[in-house]
């Protein structure tokens, strides 16, 4: 497995790596400003979370590129290729959610993800199984922030539906 495997579970984490160090000083303030949601997941969880799926998604990427021979020849462009347009709008939505503030964005982005996850997993299960099923922690990820992303962005919608602190008495 090593050094094509490691390249191939670390690619992915380049993307989240780049947009955090280009980006963290727009993120604190805004992230700290939104009004929590009981059932998110601090930050670090995110993070941890994050990085596990990203790393799993990377080694299932290899046991289809190994499988089909390794190398970058036609059999692996539909496998890989579609892969690789689900990190870019992986990343994509990390710049439209902590960058750009637009959850509105960000959400339809992760819906178009969470069929390419499905259309990728349904592609490589033929070339191997394993790296399918790797793909449905993700797929279970990405229903847990497609659901708070949509609550980022009908709040911001709607301010009269953001949850109101226990301290403070709503009228």
């Known amino acids: ?18 947009v955090w160090l280009l980006t963290h000083h727009w993120m604190s303030g805004w992230c700290d400003s939104l009004r929590k949601l009981p059932w998110c997941p601090s930050h670090r969880v995110l993070l941890l979370v994050w990085t596990a799926i990203y790393s799993i998604a ?27 347009v689900q990190l870019a709008i992986s990343w994509t939505v ?15 982005h992760l819906l178009l993800l969470f069929g390419l996850v499905v259309s990728t997993a349904l592609i490589w299960h033929p070339i191997n199984k394993l790296a399918a099923l790797l793909l449905l922690p993700y797929l279970a990820w990405l229903t847990v922030v497609s659901s708070i992303t949509y609550r980022l962005w009908r709040d911001s919608l709607c301010p009269e539906h953001q949850p109101q602190p226990t301290w403070e008495k709503s009228d």
């Open 94 to 108: 990390l710049i439209l959610l902590f960058t750009a503030h637009t959850p509105g964005l960000a959400l339809l």
């Open 58 to 84: 990377g080694y299932a990427s290899y046991l289809v590129w190994k499988d089909l021979g390794g190398g970058f020849g036609r059999p692996l462009a539909l496998p890989l290729g579609l892969y690789a």
């Open 1 to 18: 497995m090593w050094p094509q495997g490691a390249a191939f579970v670390a690619l992915p984490l380049l993307g989240p790596t780049l």
